[in-house]
Structures are given as structure tokens and as C-alpha cells.
């Protein structure tokens, strides 16, 4: 598939970073309200844009039967009729994720998994090095300072230069 298409990783993804609701509980078995529609969302907005069927689709969303994901399209369909601000949030994440199919953006809105691009420099320096994209160098980034910590007020801010003491020594004139 292109680097170009939206993709079900993508779109669960998506909702889970406008919802607050985990990966992991969304193809799980967790059924508490906010994981269930949660995973309707996705499940809705995945066959609003990709051709994909349903067996396939319970494939993903955690081996689930397809009569499943018939009933998780109905349940949204509800819940769009019903719910203003689920209807809102999915036609949102929709128009969001047609626009960044369209301008071919994908590759920039997809997770970087900042360990993996790691062991490929780590693995190749000479090689991958040069190819370690400014996005891979922010999540790299956000990994140290997660891992170590923000800088303590005393530590010297790297972007700043310097301070040198300079000592003026007489020209001659």
C-alpha cells in the first residue's frame, strides 16, 4: 500500500489521540462506554475510508467476528444520530484525515517509533545516520527528555552558546 493512504493503524491512531482512549483498550475486550465508542469511531471511520470488509476489519480490531463490526457500524450510526458531540468528532477526524490523504501527508502523521529509528542508526550509523528525518530527531528527542528528565534550572540551556569569559587585552597601537 502507498505511503500515501490512510491506513486502519492511522485511523486508530487518530481516534485514539482525540479520545484519550489507549491502543491496546480499543482492540482488547474492554467494553466500559468510553472504550466502545471509542472503537465504534474507528471502526466507522475505517469503512468511510478504506474498502476493507468486515471480516477482515474484526481481523484487526482483535480477532472479532464480523457480525461484530456489523453491529459496531449500526451502534455508530446511532450514536451520530443521537450524540452531537460523537457525530462531531468523527466527521471531524474524517474531513482531518481525507485532507491529510489528499496532500499525500501521511508519512508526516504517522507515529514515529522513535526505538526503532534508533536501532537503525545504531545498527548502520554510517548509512542511516543521513537519513534520520527531522520528525525522527524530535520523537528521539521527547524519548531522552522523557527518560532523563527536563534540565535542572542550574544546567546550561544547549541552544544557548557558551558564556566565555573573555579577558580584553590591550592592542597595540
Known amino acids: 500500500m502507498s505511503e500515501r493512504h490512510v491506513t486502519v493503524d492511522i485511523i486508530i491512531a487518530a481516534v485514539s489521540a482525540v479520545t484519550g482512549v489507549h491502543r491496546i483498550d480499543m482492540l482488547s475486550d474492554r467494553r466500559d462506554e468510553d472504550t466502545s465508542r471509542a472503537r465504534h469511531d474507528a471502526i466507522w471511520l475505517a469503512t468511510k475510508m478504506i474498502q ?89 528527542c521527547q524519548v531522552a527528555v522523557a527518560a532523563l528528565g527536563e534540565p535542572a534550572p542550574s544546567d546550561p540551556d544547549p541552544s544557548e552558546p557558551a558564556s566565555q569569559t573573555v579577558q580584553e587585552t590591550p592592542h597595540a597601537a
Open 52 to 140: 476493507i470488509s468486515s471480516p477482515a476489519l474484526g481481523r484487526v480490531f482483535g480477532d472479532r467476528d464480523h457480525t461484530t463490526i456489523l453491529y459496531a457500524l449500526r451502534r455508530a450510526e446511532e450514536l451520530r444520530v443521537s450524540d452531537r458531540g460523537f457525530r462531531v468528532d468523527c466527521d471531524t477526524m474524517l474531513g482531518t484525515l481525507l485532507a491529510i490523504e489528499r496532500h499525500g501527508l501521511i508519512r508526516l502523521a504517522q507515529t514515529i517509533d522513535p526505538l526503532a529509528t534508533a536501532r537503525r542508526v545504531l545498527a548502520h550509523p554510517a548509512r542511516e545516520a543521513v537519513r534520520v528525518s527531522a520528525h525522527e530527531i524530535v520523537a528521539l
